[in-house]
């Protein structure tokens, strides 16, 4: 599929987790986790200024589509 303008749009924590389905407190403690453990466990985020960060919309989609799963294996 192919990129869109709309693809680079930054979501706010919010719409981000309405479209993933999960609670803010989900997003922050997902955030927190990376930062401790080295490795990422949410989507990427963008540290838009100290204490406020956003998500690509793009990137969001890229981890729902890796966490698919299929019959097939």
Same mark, same amino acid.
Request: glycine share 6%; hydrophobic share 30%; proline share 3%.
């Given at each position: 599929m *192919?990129?869109?303008d709309n693809d680079d749009?930054?979501?706010t924590p919010e719409?981000? %987790?309405k479209?993933?389905? !999960? %609670? !803010? @407190?989900t997003l922050v403690r997902w955030r927190? /986790?990376?930062r401790k453990r080295?490795?990422?466990? *949410?989507?990427y985020w963008v540290q838009v200024s100290t204490g406020? !960060? @956003?998500y690509? =919309? @793009?990137? !969001?989609? /890229?981890?729902? /589509? %890796? =966490?698919e799963q299929r019959a097939d294996g």
């Amino acid at each position: 599929m *192919g990129m869109t303008d709309n693809d680079d749009e930054l979501l706010t924590p919010e719409e981000t %987790a309405k479209l993933l389905r !999960v %609670a !803010v @407190s989900t997003l922050v403690r997902w955030r927190r /986790e990376t930062r401790k453990r080295k490795t990422q466990i *949410g989507p990427y985020w963008v540290q838009v200024s100290t204490g406020t !960060v @956003s998500y690509r =919309r @793009s990137t !969001v989609r /890229e981890f729902i /589509e %890796a =966490r698919e799963q299929r019959a097939d294996g």
